[in-house]
């Protein structure tokens, strides 16, 4: 176990990694691979490149380390880098269904942070990163209590030759279909 906190990102390998290091102040590399869903089934959601890695640890370090310390409040991310075999258990896809989540890459996190009302979260993460992908309020039912659903955050990893794009939506039920959609903005509910 070491503190890699101020090492390069092309200084990590899948060779030389140890779960248990700290790539941030407060996040450790397995906290980037843990899954409940994956534990239950016997899946395996472990890193399969070092791109993958990389791009979860930038993924950490620039965007779920900064949330950390705007609330200064403790949490683990629901999920970070997920393989396409647990995509596939998730999704309810055939073993030949190849998954374009952005999860799949390393470049995607699911938060919630305990006593933080989930709208509130995503809108303050759009002032507290400045830069990111995508920042989706997704299954928030404010029905259910503030802290229905979570806050999906994606970022652009170095070299990848992406840019970030900057996009605010929200994944709710539309009241009128009954069925989740994705709307621009982060609300709870369609217009």
């Not at 380390?65 to 880098?81: G, H």
């Not at 997704?138 to 030759?161: F, K, M, Q, T």
């Amino acid at each position: 176990m070491k503190d890699r906190i101020d090492e390069a990102l092309e200084s990590f390998d899948l060779a030389n990694l140890d779960p248990r290091d700290r790539i941030s102040p407060n996040f450790r590399i397995y906290e980037l691979t843990v899954s409940e869903l994956a534990m239950r089934q016997g899946i395996s959601n472990r890193f399969e490149t070092n791109e993958q890695l990389r791009a979860a640890i930038h993924l950490a370090r620039n965007v779920l380390q900064p949330i950390r310390e705007a609330f200064d409040k403790p949490y683990s991310p629901n999920s970070v880098f997920r393989s396409q075999a647990l995509e596939r258990v998730l999704k309810r896809r055939p073993a030949t269904w190849i998954s374009t989540s952005q999860h799949t890459t390393g470049c995607a996190c699911d938060i919630e942070i305990p006593g933080v009302p989930t709208l509130e979260l995503a809108e303050r993460a759009v002032e507290i990163l400045g830069e990111f992908d995508q920042i989706i309020c997704e299954c928030y039912d404010p029905r259910l209590g503030p802290n229905a659903g979570w806050v999906h955050i994606s970022l652009c990893a170095p070299g990848s030759g992406k840019k970030n794009r900057g996009k605010k939506l929200s994944y709710i039920r539309d009241p009128h279909t009954d069925r989740m959609v994705y709307v621009s903005g982060l609300r709870a509910s369609v217009a």
